[in-house]
């Protein structure tokens, strides 16, 4: 039988920026769907969440359920302003090939080129929401390609202002975001960056490099994945690094509920500052300062593909 699952039934997100036609496999919107439109919050900053590769729609919301119900556990008291604070995008970076479901990762080659489309779409969408001042981004695996790639066109041809981002078990060939890759300007943009990587992350040491080498354009040959190993001091950006430790690739957003699931949860937590009141888009503040890399970037000091569904 097929592998697709619906949603968790108590998955109701707030709003939904939809990139897929359908939801196994099938192929990529030109334009955003956005449910609901208008933005019933009409929120002047988001936390835009992205999935990463061979998920349907189905598991993608049960992690961003899972994410929730980790945030939520940890302050109860804001469970109501996280959801105001949320936007949860879905890509089709996935094949709907039911019981040879285990044979989808000979669509990544493929998804890599998806993920950079996708993200041209997500931009334009982005840069018309008409209240929406400040974008912050949440991204796994090769969702972290689609936040890099958005950033780099917010960058280049505007939009609202980039806040946080956090890059989980990034699916992003190191040489892509160091000082002269193709996303230093992406990774210079953002106020803050937090890196999440896991040594233990098996899917990013042996499957992402080999499908990388098969993807079309300049992708590299066997390339080291961002959320792998601490990253370089020549990283771009205002970035931090931690260890998530023992993390396998699907231990990222809450819904595993595994010790390193748990872990990957309080940094986010406390670098969005999700156990405090929604703050204003004028907001500096400071991620938490327990980070294994800190590093300035070359203007001077500033702060701090998976081949497998998640």
Known sequence: MARYFPPPATYRPGLILQLRERPEGGGLLTEVLQIPLPDLVTRPEMIVLVHGFNNHYGEAAAAYSGFRTRQQERDPAYASGLES??????????????IADKADFLVYSSAVGTATEAAEVLWRHLQRMPTLLQVNFIGHSLGCRIVLETIGLLAREGGPRVGSVCLMAAAVPVFKVVRGGDLEAAMDHADQLLVLFSEADTVLKWAFPAGQTLARGDEGFC???????????????????KRVNGAKHGDYWGHSNS?????SMAFVSAFFSLGAPTRSV?????????????????????????????
């Not at 604070?85 to 039911?98: E, I, N, S």
């Not at 390339?223 to 690094?241: H, K, M, V």
């Not at 907001?283 to 300062?289: G, K, L």
């Open 282 to 310: 004028d907001s500096r503040e400071v991620a938490d300062a327990n980070t294994i890399d800190s590093r300035p970037s070359s203007s001077g000091p500033r702060g701090a593909a998976s081949v497998r569904r998640i």
């Open 259 to 263: 010790k390193a699931s748990h872990s």
């Open 223 to 241: 390339p080291r994945a961002l959320g792998r190993t601490t990253p370089p001091p020549s990283i771009a950006g205002r970035t931090q690094a």
């Open 85 to 98: 604070r949320l936007g949860d995008a879905f890509w089709p970076g996935d094949a709907a090939w039911g």
